[in-house]
T-cell receptor, first 113, second 114 residues
Framework: AQSVTQLGSHVSVSEGALVLLRCNYSSSVPPYLFWYVQYPNQGLQLLLKYTSAATLVKGINGFEAEFKKSETSFHLTKPSAHMRDAAEYFCAVTIQGYQKVTFGTGTKLQVIP | DTEVTQTPKHLVMGMTNKKSLKCEQHMGHRAMYWYKQKAKKPPELMFVYSYEKLSINESVPSRFSPECPNSSLLNLHLHALQPEDSALYLC?????????????FGPGTRLTVL
């Protein structure tokens, strides 16, 4: 079965600093990987998605993630944090032919002014 | 329109009540999902409907009863719930009932069981 591990349940960065949220996956077949963001009292919104087309995936709000097979990682980055980026971020994985998505435990991003 | 709507936004119910949650999408999506999310936890899948038929039931207690009246609507009927069922209930939809397809989430219904 496939799974994802998000390292760090809480990450704090200063406004304007680099954002790095870590996600490692486990899958015996090529995975499809997602990053979702959840703002307080809201549903989840897709930031970006890896489908094997390109290893560097650009998403919304200036976020991007790089698929590294050798490291089984799919870390999320943003060059410069904004206050509005404060939210919960979930990494998720699935595989071709499987109907379910497996979510990681989430990382809460705090942005300090 | 890439919106999934959910009503009500908040619901408080007693353990003997019967209530329903409603979810609607007008994107022509053929798969719809119910998730339960407890505080500070990821969403947990409850049910999946593919082409208006129940395709996945994650061993959810029978006090939760899903219904898909048509391709745009998904209901979750609640009866005799327990306080531990208090959570955020999220509905989602996707174009295709494949996990690889992007799921669009609604804002959720915050349920409190007294």
């Amino acid at each position: 079965a496939q799974s994802v591990t998000q390292l760090g349940s809480h990450v704090s960065v200063s406004e304007g600093a680099l954002v790095l949220l870590r996600c490692n996956y486990s899958s015996s077949v090529p995975p499809y990987l997602f990053w979702y963001v959840q703002y307080p009292n809201q549903g989840l919104q897709l930031l970006l998605k890896y489908t094997s087309a390109a290893t560097l995936v650009k998403g919304i709000n200036g976020f991007e993630a790089e698929f590294k097979k050798s490291e089984t990682s799919f870390h999320l980055t943003k060059p410069s944090a904004h206050m509005r980026d404060a939210a919960e971020y979930f990494c998720a994985v699935t595989i071709q032919g499987y109907q379910k998505v497996t979510f990681g435990t989430g990382t809460k991003l705090q942005v300090i002014p | 329109d890439t919106e999934v709507t959910q009503t009500p936004k908040h619901l408080v119910m007693g353990m003997t009540n019967k209530k329903s949650l409603k979810c609607e999408q007008h994107m022509g999506h053929r798969a719809m999902y119910w998730y339960k999310q407890k505080a500070k936890k990821p969403p947990e899948l409850m049910f999946v409907y593919s082409y208006e038929k129940l395709s996945i039931n994650e061993s959810v207690p029978s006090r939760f009863s899903p219904e898909c009246p048509n391709s745009s609507l998904l209901n979750l009927h609640l009866h005799a719930l327990q306080p531990e069922d208090s959570a955020l209930y999220l509905c989602a939809s996707s174009q295709d009932p494949r996990g690889t397809d992007t799921q669009y989430f609604g804002p959720g219904t915050r349920l409190t069981v007294l």
